[in-house]
């Protein structure tokens, strides 16, 4: 009834919100596009997203999709893998940044490691700067990383827009520095937030740093400071700094895949790309299931 390349497009869709980002992602043309949606669309008798010149919104029958499309495809894989009589091996080192220790990339990885348990994962968990630094050291396989959007290296997984955090008690003076939790360098957050400040002669102290995301959190809530964050990974206990405070704006930022230097020009089947895929394809588990 449902389309495996209709079912991927519409996933690459609803984790860009945008027609043209799914078709470069894809490889396809934008026309290509529509038409997946559309023919989903009326396979599925439902409406799946509401678009205008400006915006690509799922509906409420589009959420729902999003769990029965990732289902379909992953049985569809496995059935395939199966049949092919080929199984994966080797070594995969990993990197993800601590960004998403509070998503459900743990979910992923799980079904991952069911699926390919001849796969040796080793995962690192550090900043997105210093996984860029290792991987293009050799050190790394494949990373899940933050990217400033003119870097045009890696897959988009989504983009967000980076937003000033902190304790909903919390009480910035505009006489004093903006007091600031951040990751050392050479985090891409905390570049961020120094560039924004300083352009807009905002002065600023560190009130805390940690390389531990977490630690950032403790700090947040405990009321030091602000500290720039995703505005779809927002962790529990924290709210959004209010505009009215007149903290400058951050920028947009993109979550990306990259393979190292190894790993251009694997095999399809090789475990790199296959994580790669797994991820693309849950990539709304990351940015909708902050816990």
């Known amino acids: 009834m449902y389309e495996p390349a209709q079912l991927r497009t519409f996933l690459a869709v609803a984790q860009t919100l945008s027609f043209t980002q799914a078709a470069r992602r894809l490889g396809l043309r934008q026309s290509t596009v529509s038409q997946h949606v559309r023919r989903l669309e009326d396979a599925a008798g439902r409406t799946l997203f509401t678009r205008d010149t400006h915006s690509?919104?799922?509906?409420?029958?589009?959420?729902?999709?999003?769990?029965?499309?990732?289902?379909?495809?992953?049985?569809?894989?496995?059935?395939?893998?199966?049949?092919?009589?080929?199984?994966?091996?080797?070594?995969?080192?990993?990197?993800?940044?601590?960004?998403?220790?509070?998503?459900?990339?743990?979910?992923?990885?799980?079904?991952?490691?069911?699926?390919?348990?001849?796969?040796?994962?080793?995962?690192?968990?550090?900043?997105?700067?210093?996984?860029?630094?290792?991987?293009?050291?050799?050190?790394?396989?494949?990373?899940?990383?933050?990217?400033?959007?003119?870097?045009?290296?890696?897959?988009?997984?989504?983009?967000?827009?980076?937003?000033?955090?902190?304790?909903?008690?919390?009480?910035?003076?505009?006489?004093?520095p903006v007091p600031l939790i951040v990751y050392p360098p050479p985090g891409i957050s905390?570049?961020?937030?120094?560039?924004?400040?300083?352009?807009?002669?905002?002065?600023w102290r560190i009130a805390c740093t940690s390389g531990s995301l977490n630690g950032l959190i403790a700090a947040a809530r405990a009321g030091l400071g602000v500290m720039a964050h995703a505005r779809g990974l927002v962790p529990p206990g924290l709210v959004r700094v209010p505009e009215r405070v007149g903290l400058p704006e951050l920028g947009e930022v993109d979550f990306v895949v990259l393979h190292g230097s190894a790993g251009r020009g694997r095999d399809l089947g090789g475990p790199g790309v296959a994580l790669a895929r797994a991820i693309l394809a849950g990539g709304d588990r990351l940015h909708r299931g902050v816990r």
């Open 56 to 176: 690509v919104e799922l509906t409420e029958d589009g959420e729902a999709m999003l769990g029965f499309a990732r289902r379909i495809l992953e049985v569809h894989e496995q059935a395939a893998a199966f049949f092919a009589g080929t199984r994966l091996r080797g070594r995969l080192r990993f990197g993800a940044s601590e960004d998403f220790v509070l998503t459900r990339l743990s979910e992923i990885l799980e079904s991952f490691r069911h699926e390919h348990p001849e796969v040796d994962l080793e995962l690192t968990v550090e900043l997105s700067g210093t996984l860029h630094e290792q991987l293009d050291a050799g050190k790394l396989d494949l990373v899940l990383a933050k990217r400033r959007p003119e870097d045009p290296r890696g897959e988009s997984v989504w983009q967000d827009r980076m937003v000033w955090i902190g304790s909903e008690r919390l009480r910035i003076d505009p006489e004093r």
């Open 190 to 203: 905390r570049a961020m937030a120094l560039e924004a400040l300083e352009r807009h002669g905002r002065a």
